[in-house]
C-alpha cells in the first residue's frame, strides 16, 4: 500500500525570448464549461489530478468564493462529461491520484482534513484530520505515480502559521501516512534557514520515489513605493519519502509586490508551480518550476528549470510574449510524454485597468530554453470586480498531460460572483 504525503518566486531578471524559439504553437479545442448544470456556489482555484492507472479517471477541485467549502467533481470518459461527486467543508482543496489508483482530497476546515476514495473518487472515506495546534495555509498532497514504488508515502505538507508567540511565525508543516491516508503520523515543524516563509508553492513525487517541495523565504523589503519584498525561492529533496530533507538548493531570486499593493499582492499569490519531465525524450529528468516574476515594476510568467535533478537552475526565462505592462499571475506547467512543456496563466493584456483576465497558454519543446507564441486559451474573460481576493481566480488552475500528448487545463470564468468552472484541451503542432 502505497503512503500518501501532504504538505501545506517572483525574480527580478528573466532572460528573454529567443525569435528562433522551435515550434510548439498551441492548438485549443474543446472549450466549454466543465458541468453544464448550475455549480453549487461561485468557484475559483481548482486543482486538477489523472489517475496514473487509467487515464480516462479525472479529478477537479475548487473552493466557493462565498461560503468555507470545497467540491470534486469527476469525470470516467477522459473528461468528455463530468458530476459533482461531492461537497467538502473548508478552503484551499487539492486532489491527488496514488499509483495504486487511490484518490485523496484534502482543504483546511480549519486544520488540514484529508479523505480518501477507493473507487476513483466516486465515494469518499474520512476525514483523517492533522491538527498541529497552528493555523495551516494552502496545504499539498503528494503521492508516488508510480505503482511499484508501494514504500511511498503519501505526504501532506503545508506553511503553518504559529498562534503561541513561540518560534518563528511560519514554519514547515509536514504530515505522513502508511496506511493510504486512513490516518496520519504527528506533523513534525521545520523553519526555513531564515528569513520568513511566505509559502510553501507545491509538492511532487518523481517515478523514482524522490519527493521535491518547493518554498519562498522572504527577506527584506526595499521599496515602499511600490512596496516590494525581496526574497528567495528555493527546493527540499527528500530521497527516503520523507523520512528526512537533507538537500536544500535556491532555485532564484524573488521580487514581489507587498500587502500594502494589496490588489497587485493579491494577483502574486500562488507562489509557483512545479512538473518534472518523466518522458522517454532527450529532456528526461528535467524539472521546471513556473510564478509570477515583478520584471520592470510588473508581473510576469516565467520559468527556471533544472537538468541535474534540482541542484542547479537556469536563469528563469519569460513566457508571455506580449503585455510587458501588466500584471500576470498564476501559472502552472505540465509536461507531457514527447517532453513538451506547457505553461499556463491568466493574462491581462487586453485590459487596461487589470481588472479582467484571460487564460492563456505557451508551449516549449527544448526544454524551457524558449517557449512558442502565447494563445488565449478562450475569448471568455473573467473580471472578478476591484478589491475582489479572488482578482487572480484562485491561487491555483488545474493543469495536466495526458497519454495521447495532449493537456487539459481548468480556470475559473465569469464576473463578479458568478464564476464558474471551464475545461480545454490543448495540443502542440
Not at 500587502?259 to 518523466?278: H, I, P, Q, V
Request: proline share 8%.
Amino acid at each position: 500500500m502505497g503512503a500518501l504525503i501532504v504538505v501545506a518566486l517572483t525574480s527580478s531578471a528573466a532572460a528573454q525570448q529567443t525569435p528562433d524559439a522551435p515550434n510548439t504553437y498551441p492548438i485549443v479545442s474543446e472549450v466549454r464549461p466543465l458541468v453544464v448544470t448550475p455549480t453549487p456556489f461561485p468557484l475559483v482555484e481548482p486543482y486538477l489530478a489523472v489517475n496514473p492507472r487509467d487515464s480516462d479517471e479525472l479529478l477537479v477541485s475548487a473552493m466557493s468564493t462565498s461560503a468555507a467549502q470545497a467540491v470534486v467533481y469527476g469525470s470516467w470518459d477522459g473528461g468528455d462529461s463530468w458530476e459533482q461527486v461531492s461537497t467538502f467543508p473548508g478552503g484551499d482543496p487539492t486532489v491527488t491520484f496514488g499509483g495504486d489508483g487511490r484518490a485523496y482530497f484534502a482543504s483546511i476546515a480549519p486544520e488540514i482534513h484529508v479523505w480518501r476514495s477507493e473507487d476513483e473518487g466516486r465515494t469518499w472515506a474520512g476525514p483523517a484530520v492533522i491538527d498541529s495546534g497552528h493555523a495551516a495555509d494552502r496545504e499539498w498532497l503528494a503521492a508516488s505515480p508510480n505503482p511499484s514504488a508501494g514504500k511511498t508515502p503519501l505526504l501532506v505538507a503545508a506553511a503553518e502559521h504559529h498562534t503561541s508567540g513561540q518560534g518563528p511565525p511560519v514554519v514547515f508543516v509536514l504530515s505522513v501516512s502508511r496506511d493510504g491516508g486512513a490516518t496520519f503520523e504527528p506533523p513534525t515543524f521545520s523553519p526555513p534557514d531564515s528569513g520568513y516563509l511566505n509559502s510553501v508553492t507545491g509538492l511532487g513525487v518523481r517515478d523514482d520515489g524522490t519527493v521535491l517541495m518547493p518554498y519562498l523565504v522572504n527577506y527584506a523589503q526595499v521599496s515602499r513605493n511600490p512596496p516590494l519584498i525581496r526574497g528567495r525561492r528555493w527546493i527540499r529533496i527528500s530521497r527516503d519519502g520523507g523520512e528526512s530533507w537533507p538537500e536544500v538548493y535556491q532555485v532564484a531570486e524573488n521580487l514581489q509586490y507587498g500587502n500594502a499593493s494589496w490588489d497587485r499582492a493579491t494577483k502574486g499569490f500562488g507562489g509557483g508551480a512545479l512538473a518534472a519531465d518523466e518522458s522517454d525524450g532527450p529532456h528526461h529528468g528535467t524539472l521546471y518550476l513556473t510564478w509570477s516574476a515583478v520584471l520592470d515594476g510588473y508581473l510576469q510568467i516565467v520559468v527556471a528549470h533544472s537538468t541535474d535533478g534540482g541542484r542547479t537552475w537556469g536563469e528563469p526565462v519569460r513566457v508571455n510574449d506580449g503585455g510587458y505592462r501588466s500584471d500576470h499571475s498564476t501559472p502552472t506547467v505540465a509536461v507531457n510524454r514527447a517532453g513538451v512543456v506547457a505553461v499556463t496563466w491568466n493574462d491581462r493584456r487586453d485590459d487596461r485597468r487589470q481588472l479582467c483576465f484571460r487564460h492563456f497558454v505557451a508551449l516549449s519543446a527544448d526544454g524551457g530554453r524558449t517557449f512558442g507564441p502565447n494563445r488565449p486559451v478562450a475569448d471568455r474573460q473573467t473580471c472578478p470586480g476591484a478589491g475582489s481576493r479572488w482578482l487572480n481566480g484562485g491561487d491555483t488552475q488545474g493543469l495536466i498531460a495526458l497519454p495521447d500528448e495532449s493537456f487539459r487545463t481548468v480556470w475559473s470564468v465569469g464576473r463578479g460572483q458568478n464564476l464558474r468552472l471551464w475545461t480545454a484541451v490543448i495540443r502542440a503542432r
